[in-house]
């Protein structure tokens, strides 16, 4: 019996000295394997006495069942000892203050060329794009603009080659669009683009600016639609208490030509600082296609007519929201630009 109390505590020293799962498992081998401490105490049984004999049985099962036991027992305790150190060193202070996410904003002037275009496509037309590098002549000859015109200073250009330059507006995409319809089909298009000119950059101009450009063809079309329709959208961009006013002007694509003001919506057309006291602000420029713009794209003129408008998106912006400043939409400042959550 002594002997069996020796075997115990040797075995429970050399178990609380094991360092990971294989030392144990060597360690149950070495004695209740085949050739381990504990089938040596039986195979010394049959060199005992009869009486003697169960209970040397006995004692080494009680041993068996007692190393058993306290693997199971020391491993659970190994496991619970690296689980309190792995939830100690991976402890999350949860009062911490979080990482700030600042979710983007949509670019104001975005936000206008797209609330513009869900108005015109109500109104039924389609929205097309052309190239920012345009030609020569689709920027200015078929617009009834060639070389040396005068009216080509009105918008001072970006050449690359002698037939190509960065469009100085959108109305290249009308020609390109009644082209495109082989002077046969009724025209209804919405353009939205950036457009370039080399106008010196300050409070009011810029070198780039977004334009929307509008165009209607069809063979019944005149002036009254064309003021029907920029009424339509003074009103859904200024309030529906606006009105409109058309002065007579000159761009060499449109005749007659006009420049349209919307009355003020900040005093009611009484005159303020902000409508310099006339009680109208000017928005756009508009006009009948010319003759010369319908024929060089391939439609009958005694057959089609068309009415066209362009519009500066800084300039809506602008006055839409007080911005003084129109380099504010160009140099990301997003304290600037997070103002205008839609
Ligand atoms: C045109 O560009 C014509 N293509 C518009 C048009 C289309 C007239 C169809 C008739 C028929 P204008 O040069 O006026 O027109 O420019 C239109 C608008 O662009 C201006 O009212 C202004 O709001 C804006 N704009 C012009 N130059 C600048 C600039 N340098 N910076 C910011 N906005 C500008």
Known sequence: MKEFETIKQR???????????AEIADLKAEYLGKTGVLTALMQQMKDLPADEKPKHGAAVNAIKVFIEDEIIRFKEKKYQERLTEKLASEKLDITLPGNQQTPGVRHLLNQIVEEIEDLFVGLGYQVKEGPEIETDENNFEKLNLPADHPA???QDSFYIDPHTLLRTHTSPVQVRTMIEK???????????????????????????FMQIEGLVVDQNTSMADLKGTLLKMAQAMFGEDRT??????YFPFTEPSVEVDVSCYQCEGKGCSL???????????????????????GYDPDKYQGFAFGIGVERIAMLRHGIEDIRHFYTNDHRFLKQFKR
Do not use: W
């Not at 075995?11 to 799962?21: G, P």
């Not at 409109?244 to 002007?249: D, E, G, W």
């Not at 409508?275 to 794209?297: D, F, R, W």
């Open 244 to 249: 409109i006013r058309l002065r007579p002007s």
């Open 152 to 154: 080509r200073d009105m």
């Open 182 to 208: 082989g002077g046969l089909e009724p025209v209804k298009i919405i353009c939205p683009g950036k457009v370039y000119r080399r106008d010196d950059d300050d409070a009011t101009h810029s070198h780039q």
């Open 11 to 21: 075995f429970l020293e050399s178990l609380s000295a094991c360092k990971s799962d």
């Open 275 to 297: 409508c310099k006291q006339t009680g109208y602000i000017e928005i756009l420029g508009a006009g009948m296609v010319h003759p010369n713009v319908l024929k060089m794209s």
